[in-house]
T-cell receptor
Framework: NAGVTQTPKFQVLKTGQSMTLQCAQDMNHEYMSWYRQDPGMGLRLIHYSVGAGITDQGEVPNGYNVSRSTTEDFPLRLLSAAPSQTSVYFC????????????????FGPGTRLLVL | AQKITQTQPGMFVQEKEAVTLDCTYDTSDPSYGLFWYKQPSSGEMIFLIYQGSYDQQNATEGRYSLNFQKARKSANLVISASQLGDSAMYFCAMREVYGTSYGKLTFGQGTILTVHP
């Protein structure tokens, strides 16, 4: 198993450009999520999905879109990049729906470092 | 109010000694889970240990143990016999069953641990 994979590893954008951060997992996990990590703020939840076709907003969803057409993939779209979106983005997944098994840990991808100029 | 507080921005420890990383949390949810993650300089998030709110005993995983004091709402990570490879950022996180976002992990600000030879 490759686990959770993310592409690209690093990206530089200009303000106003759009892009898609890719996330895939090969563990047949139902739950997937996107976090952003900023200095001094830990990780904050952007969007999450409890299965194919079902997504919802997290703590900081503005400026981001997601979709979940398959169990494996959960791309994150930046519609019009802003300097405030400069961050490290992590995708995570877990096998059971968290409400049923609060102890189920989430497995994180390696992260995508995004710089918006 | 912060849900997860890590009051130690940085900690130093001598190799082979034990170190405690502090974490306090705030929740009114009767069912929740507490997690510790390690983030080395390479950037990935590595799951270390889990403690459930109803667990009677403190969790242990090899050299890691979690000092869970429910009444004080603290979940400190203890690393015994520190190794140079333990130098990293450490995050405390909580998942609430009835939280604002389904399955959301709420992270603290992190503690940078440096192990000296």
């Amino acid at each position: 198993n490759a686990g959770v994979t993310q592409t690209p590893k690093f990206q530089v954008l200009k303000t106003g450009q759009s892009m898609t951060l890719q996330c895939a997992q090969d563990m047949n996990h139902e739950y997937m999520s996107w976090y952003r990590q900023d200095p001094g703020m830990g990780l904050r939840l952007i969007h999450y999905s409890v299965g194919a076709g079902i997504t919802d907003q997290g703590e900081v969803p503005n400026g981001y879109n997601v979709s979940r057409s398959t169990t494996e993939d959960f791309p994150l779209r930046l519609l019009s990049a802003a300097p405030s979106q400069t961050s490290v983005y992590f995708c995570a997944s877990s096998s059971t729906l968290p409400g049923l098994a609060v102890q189920e840990t989430q497995y994180f991808g390696p992260g995508t470092r995004l710089l918006v100029l | 109010a912060q849900k997860i507080t890590q009051t130690q921005p940085g900690m130093f420890v001598q190799e082979k000694e034990a170190v405690t990383l502090d974490c306090t949390y705030d929740t009114s949810d009767p069912s929740y889970g507490l997690f510790w993650y390690k983030q080395p300089s390479s950037g990935e998030m590595i799951f270390l240990i889990y403690q459930g709110s109803y667990d009677q005993q403190n969790a242990t995983e090899g050299r890691y143990s979690l000092n869970f004091q429910k009444a004080r709402k603290s979940a400190n990570l203890v690393i015994s016999a520190s190794q140079l490879g333990d130098s990293a950022m450490y995050f405390c996180a909580m998942r609430e069953v009835y939280g604002t976002s389904y399955g959301k992990l709420t992270f603290g600000q992190g503690t940078i641990l440096t192990v000296h030879p």
